[in-house]
């Protein structure tokens, strides 16, 4: 009995194997194309979550990149602020010996560092101080190029002319006031400054100034024999210039002799002033040319000064006051012999804006 129940189970399972096989492939088809169905409408759906989380994931990608930066960044600045400071340590010997005069061998053999006739190559590279060329800022007695001060803190450019007269002068390329933010040094009003004091005048051969923006200007106490004013546009002009003879207005010639000094030349330097005064009632400069200078912030003045020849030519001033306030002053305490004056206009200038790069 039993044999014939397994006979007739294998033959049902025979005749109905077609229609098993049949029954999972459209199973397995159906669950196919509905699972790729769903598979759509899941898309579909997660699309629009997608777009709306992708600036988010996007900036917080960024943000891992730029904390990852930064902190190298800051690592460098930290490991280059102790560098500077073991420089500054080094160097601070050196230098205090070459503001009171030796000469850079003798300041090395006095360190121990190299012999009165010699010096080591290496010692000397490591040790050279920093040079007005190097455009920084510090307090310079000419005709040295050295610093006689310098600090991180100190952002004036200082330039005093002692008894040695001083061949030529060349500063150009240069920003200064709070053109870059920041502030003027404490208590100081001006952001150039060239000239003596009434007991210590300033004396000049050539004086170019060219291409300076300057929130005011003003001449005042100089001398001049040829005077030149051509090309400059300011909120209000007022030229008053005295006529001048005689020995006051003489034409300069500064007489160097063996003991002048060389060119002083810098570009490109970022300060809050700049002064180049007279300690000296012998102070002389050959040649001085200050071009494409970029200020705010402060008032730009020549005072004191006896010049050979003065040229100033396409600079532009003045800080919104109005033409009726004069931003471009030449007063009448200024006299000349020679007098040129052209192409000088009034128009409404504002002081220009703060920069940031």
Not at 42 to 58: D, H, Q, V, W
Not at 319 to 345: F, P, R, Y
């Amino acid at each position: 009995m039993g044999k014939i129940k397994r006979l007739g189970s294998s033959v049902i399972r025979l005749i109905t194997a077609p229609f098993r096989l049949a029954y999972k492939g459209i199973k397995k088809s159906v669950i196919g194309v509905w699972r790729g169905f769903m598979g759509t409408i899941r898309a579909i759906i997660a699309t629009p979550r997608m777009i709306f989380t992708l600036p988010s994931k996007t900036y917080r990608g960024l943000k891992k990149v730029r904390d990852k930066v930064l902190s190298i960044v800051q690592y460098l600045e930290s490991e280059t602020g102790k560098w500077i400071m073991i420089w500054k340590f080094v160097k601070a010997p050196y230098s205090l010996l070459r503001a009171v005069g030796l000469n850079p061998q003798s300041a090395l053999a006095v360190l121990g560092l190299a012999f009165a006739g010699g010096t080591t190559a290496v010692a000397a590279e490591v040790l050279e101080p920093p040079k007005f060329s190097d455009a920084i800022a510090g307090d310079f007695v000419g005709p040295n190029d050295i610093p006689v001060f310098t600090d991180a803190r100190y952002q004036t450019l200082r330039l005093s002319i002692s008894s040695t007269p001083l061949d030529s002068l060349i500063i150009s390329s240069t920003s200064l006031g709070t053109i870059y933010g920041g502030a003027l040094s404490q208590g100081a009003t001006t952001a150039i400054d060239i000239g003596g004091t009434p007991t210590n005048r300033l004396t000049i051969g050539s004086l170019t100034i060219e291409r300076l923006r300057c929130k005011q200007f003003k001449m005042f106490e100089t001398n001049v024999n040829r005077l030149t004013v051509t090309n400059n546009l300011a909120d209000g002009l007022s030229y008053s210039v005295s006529a001048g003879s005689g020995l006051s207005n003489r034409p300069r010639a500064i007489i160097m002799g063996n003991h002048g000094a060389a060119k002083l030349e810098q570009s490109a330097g970022n300060y809050d002033r700049l002064v180049v005064t007279a300690i000296h009632p012998d102070a002389a400069i050959g040649t001085f040319i200050l071009s494409d200078t970029l200020t705010r912030g402060g008032l730009c003045r020549v005072s004191y000064a006896d010049v050979g020849e003065l040229v100033l030519d396409s600079n532009i001033v003045g800080d919104s006051s109005g033409l009726a306030v004069k931003s471009m002053v030449i007063e009448d305490t200024t006299t000349a012999q020679h007098i040129v004056m052209s192409q000088n206009l009034e128009m409404a200038i504002a002081e220009p804006i703060v920069r940031s790069n």
